[in-house]
């Protein structure tokens, strides 16, 4: 089994920026991807970026140019750098990891954007 434990998330005005930080721990032998969800109020929870261990990445296309995923293989990490962050960003942020075709997930972290 994989563990994801995430941080970061909290209340930022809009234009700001967050960092949030996943940590796997576990069975974490041939992951394959690691990424990040989202799901706002009423809504599905969707994609806003991904890495593979190849090092190509994915980005919803409501955040292109403003997020960035990045990891740290040693330390089984991956991150994502929220910049110039609006009010439509807001919503529970879900840490995600691909093991043997299998989706492991986080509890999640709430970001709030709002003045």
């Known amino acids: 089994q994989v563990q994801l434990v995430e941080s970061g998330g909290g209340l930022v005005q809009p234009g700001g920026s967050l960092r949030l930080s996943c940590a796997a721990s576990?069975?974490?032998?041939?992951?394959?991807?690691m990424g990040w969800y989202r799901q706002a109020p009423g809504k599905e929870r969707e994609l806003v970026a991904r890495?593979?261990?190849?090092?190509?990445?994915t980005y919803a296309d409501s955040v292109k140019g403003r997020f960035t995923i990045s990891g740290d293989n040693a330390k089984n990490t991956v991150f994502l750098q929220m910049n110039s962050l609006k009010p439509e960003d807001t919503a529970v942020y879900y840490c995600?990891?691909?093991?043997?075709?299998?989706?492991?997930w986080g509890k999640g972290t709430l970001v709030t954007v709002s003045s």
């Open positions: 995600n990891a691909v093991r043997n075709g299998m989706f492991y």
């Open positions: 576990g069975s974490i032998f041939s992951i394959n991807g």
């Open positions: 890495v593979t261990n190849g090092g190509s990445t």
